[in-house]
């Protein structure tokens, strides 16, 4: 079963059992999946289900930032019950340590050395990126990078 075929699986089973933020959440991923492939003429894979998965859990996240600072906890709670939703249908993320482990691979292979400051930063970010789409948040690879560079 792909992807795609899961999310309209799982949407008519939200609407049975009656459960709003699952549906909506769903119905949401299913719109945006259906605009891309409108816009682009084409039917979209797993891949690409799963980079859309990403971009609406990385707009929900930035959201809840100015949420929480104007404190709307409605929206908050509300934002992260939406965020749980969709991190089921995403691949497993890289702990912290892995990402790290990744960096100093990209690092190794790059002839960076850890400690050499942010000058290398875009170069190892460019390199670490790649290896980690889909699987990894882009801040949580930045910090490790930061931390990597020193």
């Known amino acids: ?3 795609k075929e899961r999310l309209d699986a799982d ?5 049975k059992k ?3 933020v699952r549906k909506e959440t769903i119905s949401f991923v299913r719109a945006a999946i259906k605009q891309y492939e409108v816009d682009n003429r084409e039917d979209i894979d797993d891949a690409g289900v799963a980079a859309i998965l990403a ?4 707009m929900r996240k930035d959201a809840l930032a100015d949420f929480e ?3 709307r906890t409605d929206l908050v709670d509300a934002y992260n019950a939406e965020i ?5 249908y995403m691949p497993k993320q890289l702990t912290a340590e892995e990402i790290m482990d990744v960096v100093k691979g990209a690092a190794a292979d790059a002839g960076i050395e850890a ?3 942010r000058a290398s930063m875009g170069k190892l970010m460019g390199s670490v990126m790649p290896k980690v ?3 990894a948040d882009g801040n949580d690879v930045k910090q490790a990078v930061m931390q990597f560079l020193g």
């Open 1 to 3: 079963m792909t992807l």
């Open 11 to 15: 949407f008519k089973d939200a609407m």
């Open 18 to 20: 009656r459960e709003t």
């Open 55 to 58: 971009k609406q859990v990385k």
């Open 69 to 71: 600072s104007a404190g």
């Open 84 to 88: 749980q939703v969709l991190k089921e």
């Open 115 to 117: 400690g050499s400051g």
């Open 133 to 135: 789409k889909g699987v």
